[in-house]
């Protein structure tokens, strides 16, 4: 029965990703082990909350319904603390790959220290400080989007500058988010680029700068969604801005990177490395 | 030589989160494992962007001189793919915990696939058509953000809602940021109360609003940093906001949390869960 193989039938199977708390963290590890398999197809269900025995029960009777239908075993990512609900989850009818047991357990025997087993922890809100930080950051991002106002750049960890649709605001968002970091934003725009300077409210905060440039081609596209056939879209706007962007970013020693090519994340660890910022969020 | 001895010392070491692209993976994981000690402290280095075997190497001698200068092995969260880098990893005097090669090695056997030891693939913007509608929903809830423009709701997953300053922008933006769902929020004010009705936008969208709720002591506080000593920012003022906007909430049937206790990934999950949204970015 060559379809109920599982070690040769990669067609579509089911991946859980179950938590006692968010699931972020089993969704987050899951997807980065599962692009290593180009090829293979899933369809992804997320079982956040799993915080009893009785709905661990309940979520193994849906994983073997779906081991009937798909004729094949589901894959579970699980970051289940609750050794009860652990062993209900084993007993299923899928491949359990357990991220906690993996590595708590060598970690007790490293540490020489009991783990808590203590139910969704991670993105417990048990630091007041630290979701403070994490609030606090956002608003200013959102304060100093777009230069919106240059009071308040001095308590700033990073301002980003490039032309407007580089992607300085995600980024400045993400970098709050994630990592409790105050970014501001601030777009190099024509008239910087006729007087050939930076923004005025700039050069006191020098070392703060980091730049985002873009291909002409990829930024006339984001902009012709935006504002379709406007000359602010046109590629030959886009290739005059960010030449001119580049140019003053050489001149003013301003590091920067493309982020054509990059996700957000990557921009935001890259930004994270090159200043030497650190995470603020506990 | 009790200090030496890694298994019974849990004083101040190091820990590695080691990535070749942006570590964000190591270290969401290793975080959430490390929460299982509570009494462990530890010294956090991020080592994004280890891409070559010469940072392997480099990364290894800065390891051991943590093993030397802390008189204790650090430990290392690890997602190299490369596998001669991994080689070089292994030879340091670091405990290493490697997420991939745990779950990928046995991965490959139950999909019969090999994987592709790609580097860096979970965070790359592979996918443009992804990357596009994250930022689109990002700059959805910021066009929607505080009730700004009811212009647009019907395209919304979801619609927040709650008094000003109960968590419904930052709510927002992780929604959009970490699943690329996009997320209005309208704020419920004492004009809605005394009129005693929803906002008039609102109940042509009711299936899809949600509602964030606080302790009106959680609420003063928050309320204080912003404009302290104000009528607005008041005890007495944040209960009685509280009490009407959970009552209208109860009579109108729309589900709600109290944002209070929770982290922002908790309330996002939570709201993922009950609306049945699903991740739009992949």
Known sequence: MPTSNPAIDSAMRTVYFVSDG???????????????????????????????????????????????????RPIVFSTLVDPQANAELRRSRAMVLDLLDSFVVPLEQELGLQSTHTIGRSHTMSDTGSYHRRIEAINFALAHDDGQSAHGLQTADVIL?????????PTSLYLAMQFGVKAANYPLIPEDFERDELPSALPPHRRKLFGLSISPERLSEVRNERRPDSRYASLENCRLEVSAAERMMRREGIRWLSSTTKSIEEIAATIMNEHRLHRNRD
Chains 1, 2 share one sequence.
């Open 22 to 72: 968010t699931g972020i963290t089993a969704e987050t590890l899951g997807h980065s082990v599962l692009t290593q398999f180009e090829s293979f197809r899933y369809r992804r269900v997320r079982a956040p909350f799993v915080d009893s025995v009785d709905k661990a029960r309940e979520l193994v009777a849906r994983i073997n319904e779906n081991a009937v239908l798909d004729g094949r």
């Open 161 to 169: 500058v490039g032309v407007s649709r580089s992607g300085k605001t």
